[in-house]
């Protein structure tokens, strides 16, 4: 490895993967992915070499192309685009001749001093500024090396000289240009489409450097790090809750708490740590969890004498004492709720809030004599994540049950506030409460009853009826997905920990001091005023930074709402109020500012639900025939059919909407549909006419109207 | 082991522990404590066979006695009591004889069907209703079995009959009785006496059924249990946290969390885990830590590459993360707070609150650009706790520096609130405000600078100031330990959830369907009316329950004020106030009632803190001489002595304060004392005189005055 050592110099990798040779690109990542040191998330890159049209006399001067593996590469463009003449690909000798590498083999790190000058070497703009992990070989097919995007963009920026320097390719744009044959599509005109490109360059005034439409999965990690929402950490699936993101988190507890406490929840804390026996108590249960347990085997240097497991949810946990507690019909219903985190060991690639290995949730849990009590709990429950997702968060969802198959492990039916992401025409689910029925309270099981009130022998028992239902930061995730766009992140004011940022602006060199003092003041006056009246403001007083750059690190950090105040503004006793939501600005009297801020805020709130809510309708679709499900999910929208509820059916839909020609990664648009639920509400739809209407995947009966889609 | 199965039938064993025959009650501790299966914490029970005299030609009928571990027994007071004969030890084949044992296997299961009607058989009180685990002889000297005290006591009541019946007697009580010669101490007055025994025997009206002054620890763990507060788990060392506890953490949150916002602090949430890289990062740091440090080796059925820490504190966690965050000194301060879980997997004895495996609290840790900045915060966090303990809590506590040996690993130095628990006149820890200095920053650690503003070259770097600040749900076991007495909790009104009960009384089975609603409905309104004005009131209307029966329930409980109302009070339109920390009862006019409860509740708060105050202030004693050390730590205090303030010093004290016949358990009241702090305010002391004033212990001049005791 000296060899390698040598050509990494002071960087230092993520990690390094050793594995059999791998000639494919499919062999490459099965070869990775099967190994636990590889870090997740991660991509791999690839390195494509062509050869030039070259004269016979002249040595050829090789082009270089290093993007990401899911690129599609289109080479003539990229080298009309260089300058280039026409490309082929090259041959293994001119591989060897210039790299000494077969081209499985092939990778950024083959690059150095002496033989980059000889190449035109270009890389995706995305990788240039990425924290993205990226597999490359390591001078091998057998060993992979793991860098961040910078670190890869820095190796190669190292060998630029005057007569070499390294360029840096939005290749997707390239295309789409080429595809729209520069069409004038509404947002691709000729200028507006430049200007687009420039964004992507990385020009200023677009914060996130990759396109929400192009890369959605590194436009998304992009604006969660950037508006400091978040952070990766070094252990992988693990990720940091900066104030940013946890200020929300905050937000909906309180709101939540409140909500609860008027039901009668108490708040309590129950251990993380579950003994294997325990855990193990309820079957069905613990097997929907025990491939992703973790375990703790050992203290200080003594090995436990048992393992003991995390708490992927708390059902055994605290049940085995809701039997202890519980002893007489008196002490139901019983309510209790605790906002913790549990570990759910994904091997899946993990996500920042949508599927993380610690996760921070609350997790209800109780008791009720009657099922029909059970029952009304289960869906009161479940209107305040709706409202969680409507009206704080802006997110519209669709509430209903979840069939057989996608139901709660051990419960007895599971009802689900379901989300949508246009941008991947992908269903999320948004939050659960389920109704567990008798299965945990059986004696077999936890063994948790009362004596039946109702039997005068006063020898009956009743088995308690229980519900668990949980609400997690996922929710933040969604928000993000659904809100944001190309400048970052758009915060619903509702959840925003600062609602309103005053930025005095117009101050320049030639500004007297008191000039500069009185906008300064005037903008922390209107900041005060308006805490006063409840809103979250702060006025923006940094020095040292232009308008411009505050504009761009609120408008990244999606700030509802801006207001200017200049020396022209002040002159008016007016500020310019700036929308973040839709860009428009328009100039506010002083004067009755502690009413319109406000009012301006829930307009705000207003439209950006109902822009919401407009795109989820018009992407979920009545399909009745079969030939049209699979297009219309390709189109990026979910289903609703007329379905019989049959397990079998839900598997074969799954089946046939997947495209068994690419790999079957949850997170491909090529995955299979799940049913996403059966939303309560069918009157959407045309009535269903019991015997005639058919379900269109197998053509029994059809039962209800259920939403099928591909899903996170 | 078949035979014991049948011994013990029905009952279900804690656990059951092979080890070496042992000899002595020392040895067995040893043997049953070095097995991990062990469950903590846990008891021995002895057992006592003693010959009363007997007449040559009668058989004997010895008498047994069953008690803990570390109960005195004077055996002939014993028997006097039980009107047995004089009494000596019982010979080998005397134990033979009945119980076919040695005197090493002697175990209250020895005890059966055929024996146990021709002895007289005595247990000790505490015993017979405790929860607590204790470890008995399985009929040899080579296996323990443990139960619980309800179980032994279940066990052995099997066995009585019309001509022999199981008597329990506590035996310390019995010997206080015996110290005082039934002599008039205040509270030891003969008939005082009898009501206290009566109440040992479990009376109603004693809701604990163990002394604080006779069994602190047993009645600490009942007054947890029967409050509600908390549930003993079955993890060792982790406890469930029941609402009537968990509000209590919650309302010191918000105010905790209101203080830190305005000082500039944010919330954030890092992962629970850390690399073993990482957390090894800090040697000396983490060489406080690593015996107690949890490791996830196993995540499914796959072993990790590497084993993953549980966090015991976040500083590793965080820092990193600081070093990529703090790019410049407009970046600092940073001031981030998380309110988490931490484990730390003790092997010592836990108690619940004060030493738990895992326990919940909020670590702040903060960035400052110069240490100026960093001592201010420190001091400024450490009032912030000491406002918990006394405006909340009502428990005094004093502030002050640790010594060098008692600091927070790898910090500079380590402000503390130091507690005290007068029954048992050892100090406790309250919460610790760390200034780490440069020592995690510096560049071999986490290197985490900025350019230093003031250096003109710009060329200079300044390591930050950093501080790290935690207060734990420990703050709840203090308050527990210092205000509940024998009929259970006592809340502070300010972190009672539930600060006025109103009970209605004097409703008979005479009393008409009108006045039973009258009276009920004005406790309603009554509750209603107080909740309006802000004050946490309930009307319990249970019914089938009597107003004795809540009376109890609710003073177990602690809510700190009852409102009782009869017929005559609705006819006086009055009610009658019952205070929960004196008991002194008092009319109140419903007229004013709105005005007069809070200002009770104010008075209630303030008179907590300051009977616990007066009573703090008379345990700390100005010490100058050595010899009046010990004497004065016996006597359950802690000593202020001028103190050399050197290491060496430190251990010297702690040896010689301990009583090295006993053993060395922390828990043991002869434990050596441990420097608590040295006091920001010394002024309570006289002046130390430089170069005159020595220090106590060594003879060296004295620096400060410090506080010695024994501690938790």
């Given amino acids: 490895m000296s060899s390698l050592d040598n050509v990494l110099g002071s960087i230092k990798p993520v990690a390094i993967v050793s594995h059999e040779a791998t000639n494919s690109p499919a062999a490459w990542r099965e070869a990775v992915e099967a190994d636990p040191a590889t870090p997740k998330p991660?991509?791999?890159?690839?390195?494509?070499?062509?050869?030039?049209?070259?004269?016979?006399?002249?040595?050829?001067?090789?082009?270089?192309?290093?993007?990401?593996?899911?690129?599609?590469?289109?080479?003539?463009?990229?080298?009309?685009?260089?300058?280039?003449?026409?490309?082929?690909?090259?041959?293994?000798?001119?591989?060897?001749?210039?790299?000494?590498?077969?081209?499985?083999?092939?990778?950024?790190?083959?690059?150095?001093?002496?033989?980059?000058?000889?190449?035109?070497?270009?890389?995706?703009?995305?990788?240039?500024?990425?924290?993205?992990?990226?597999?490359?070989?390591?001078?091998?097919?057998?060993?992979?090396?793991?860098?961040?995007?910078?670190?890869?963009?820095?190796?190669?920026?190292?060998?630029?000289?005057?007569?070499?320097?390294?360029?840096?390719?939005?290749?997707?744009a390239i295309k789409v240009e080429v595809e729209t044959g520069g069409a004038a599509k509404p947002k691709a005109a000729p200028a507006e489409k430049a200007k687009e490109d420039a964004k992507i360059e990385g020009a200023v005034q677009?914060?996130?450097?990759?396109?929400?439409?192009?890369?959605?999965?590194?436009?998304?990690?992009?604006?969660?790090?950037?508006?400091?929402?978040?952070?990766?950490?070094?252990?992988?699936?693990c990720y940091i809750l900066r104030p940013w993101s946890y200020s929300i988190w905050e937000i909906i507890q309180d709101w939540f708490n409140a909500k609860i406490r008027a039901m009668g929840v108490q708040n309590a804390y129950f251990p993380m740590f579950v003994s294997s026996k325990v855990l193990e108590r309820e079957k069905d249960h613990i097997e929907g969890f025990s491939p992703e347990v973790a375990w703790v085997t050992r203290a200080g240097n003594s090995e436990l004498e048992e393992p003991i497991a995390i708490r992927p949810t708390s059902e055994t946990v605290m049940y085995p004492y809701y039997a202890k507690w519980i002893k007489s019909h008196r002490d139901l219903p019983l309510k209790l709720n605790q906002w913790?985190?549990?570990?759910?060991?994904?091997?899946?690639?993990?996500?920042?809030?949508?599927?993380?290995?610690?996760?921070?949730?609350?997790?209800?849990?109780?008791?009720?004599?009657?099922?029909?009590?059970?029952?009304?709990?289960?869906?009161?429950?479940?209107?305040?994540?709706?409202?969680?997702?409507?009206?704080?968060?802006?997110?519209?969802?669709?509430?209903?049950?979840?069939?057989?198959?996608?139901?709660?492990?051990?419960?007895?039916?599971?009802?689900?506030?379901?989300?949508?992401?246009?941008?991947?025409?992908?269903?999320?689910?948004?939050?659960?409460?389920?109704?567990?029925?008798q299965n945990f309270s059986r004696p077999e099981m936890f063994n948790i009853f009362v004596e039946d009130p109702a039997d005068p022998t006063g020898q009956g028992k009743t088995y308690v009826w229980q519900n668990s239902w949980g609400l997690s930061t996922r929710v933040i995730g969604v928000m993000v997905m659904t809100h944001g766009d190309n400048q970052g992140l758009v915060l619903p004011p509702r959840i925003a920990c600062i609602q309103v940022v005053v930025v005095p602006c117009g101050i320049t060199a030639k500004t007297g001091e008191e000039a500069r003092k009185a906008i300064n003041d005037m903008c922390e006056q209107l900041a005060e005023s308006l805490k006063k009246v409840g809103v979250k403001a702060k006025a923006d007083l940094r020095e040292g930074y232009t308008p411009g750059f505050k504009f761009n690190d609120w408008e990244q950090k999606g700030v509802p709402l801006r207001l200017e105040i200049g020396p022209a503004d002040l002159a008016k006793q007016q500020t310019l109020s700036v929308r973040r939501d839709t860009g428009v600005k328009s100039p506010l009297p002083l004067?009755?500012?502690?009413?319109?801020?406000?009012?301006?805020?829930?307009?705000?709130?207003?439209?950006?639900?109902?822009?919401?809510?407009?795109?989820?309708?018009?992407?979920?679709?009545?399909?009745?025939?079969?030939?049209?499900?699979?297009?219309?999910?390709?189109?990026?929208?979910?289903?609703?059919?007329?379905?019989?509820?049959?397990?079998?059916?839900?598997?074969?839909?799954?089946?046939?909407?997947?495209?068994?020609?690419?790999p079957q990664d949850e997170?491909?648009?090529?995955?299979?549909?799940?049913?996403?639920?059966?939303?309560?509400?069918?009157?959407?739809?045309?009535?269903?006419?019991?015997?005639?209407?058919?379900?269109?995947?197998?053509?029994?009966?059809?039962?209800?109207?259920?939403?099928f889609g591909r899903s996170y």
Same sequence: chains 1, 2.
């Fill in 42 to 172: 991660f991509e791999l890159i690839k390195v494509l070499v062509y050869k030039p049209k070259t004269a016979k006399s002249a040595t050829p001067q090789p082009l270089v192309i290093i993007a990401r593996e899911g690129t599609e590469i289109n080479a003539n463009l990229v080298a009309k685009k260089l300058g280039v003449k026409e490309v082929r690909l090259a041959s293994e000798d001119l591989l060897t001749e210039f790299f000494s590498l077969d081209k499985n083999s092939l990778t950024p790190l083959a690059l150095n001093e002496s033989n980059f000058s000889k190449t035109t070497t270009v890389i995706e703009t995305a990788i240039t500024n990425s924290d993205t992990v990226y597999g490359v070989h390591a001078l091998s097919s057998s060993e992979t090396i793991f860098l961040s995007g910078k670190e890869i963009y820095a190796y190669l920026s190292r060998f630029e000289s005057q007569d070499a320097s390294l360029q840096d390719l939005n290749f997707e």
């Fill in 340 to 437: 913790n985190s549990v570990v759910r060991w994904e091997f899946k690639n993990p996500q920042p809030f949508l599927r993380t290995r610690e996760f921070l949730w609350q997790e209800g849990h109780t008791a009720h004599l009657t099922k029909p009590e059970a029952d009304a709990e289960v869906r009161e429950i479940l209107d305040l994540y709706r409202r969680v997702y409507e009206e704080l968060l802006a997110v519209p969802v669709i509430p209903g049950v979840k069939s057989e198959k996608e139901k709660f492990a051990g419960g007895l039916y599971t009802t689900t506030v379901e989300g949508f992401v246009p941008t991947t025409g992908r269903g999320i689910q948004g939050a659960t409460s389920h109704c567990l029925g």
């Fill in 667 to 707: 997170r491909a648009p090529s995955a299979g549909a799940k049913s996403l639920c059966i939303p309560f509400d069918q009157s959407r739809w045309t009535p269903i006419e019991p015997g005639k209407t058919k379900c269109p995947a197998c053509g029994k009966d059809a039962k209800r109207w259920t939403l």
């Fill in 206 to 237: 677009i914060a996130i450097g990759i396109k929400k439409e192009v890369d959605f999965a590194g436009w998304y990690t992009n604006v969660l790090v950037k508006a400091d929402m978040l952070d990766y950490y070094n252990v992988s699936g």
């Fill in 591 to 662: 004067g009755d500012i502690t009413t319109t801020v406000p009012q301006l805020l829930e307009t705000i709130q207003a439209d950006m639900f109902r822009r919401a809510k407009e795109m989820y309708d018009s992407r979920v679709k009545e399909i009745t025939r079969w030939e049209d499900v699979v297009p219309t999910l390709d189109d990026k929208c979910v289903v609703a059919i007329p379905w019989c509820e049959e397990e079998a059916c839900e598997d074969d839909i799954k089946e046939r909407s997947g495209r068994a020609a690419e």
